[in-house]
Nanobody, 121 residues
């Protein structure tokens, strides 16, 4: 079992920065990807950023050049660094991890509880 806890959300003015952190605890072996999603009211959940176990990253077009994602394997954390924030970045941000398991052919998918990011204009 894997447990994910996000932190770092809050209120920030447009143009500002925030860093979200996702801390994983439990059995962290076999995590093949870690992602940040966001869900804004009235919109579909959106994949914001992904980092694979090999370090490959990918970003939504809407955040490219503004957001970065990093992983600290020693601390079992995945951070989302958000710069040049815009009001349209306002959403609840969720941490996600995909973990392969020896005991099951399908990977396990875990979610954090979410953290609110509000960007004021």
């Amino acid at each position: 079992q894997l447990h994910l806890v996000e932190s770092g959300g809050g209120l920030v003015q447009a143009g500002g920065s925030l860093r979200l952190s996702c801390a994983a605890s439990g059995s962290t072996f076999g995590i093949v990807s870690s992602c940040w999603y966001r869900h804004a009211p009235g919109k579909e959940r959106e994949l914001v950023a992904l980092i694979s176990s090999g370090g490959t990253t990918n970003f939504a077009d809407s955040v490219k050049g503004r957001f970065t994602i990093s992983r600290d394997n020693a601390e079992n954390t995945v951070d989302l660094h958000m710069n040049s924030l815009k009001p349209e970045d306002t959403a609840v941000y969720y941490c996600n991890a995909v973990q392969v398991r020896r005991s099951h052919p399908a990977p396990a998918i875990y979610w954090g509880q979410g953290t609110q990011v509000t960007v004021s204009s």
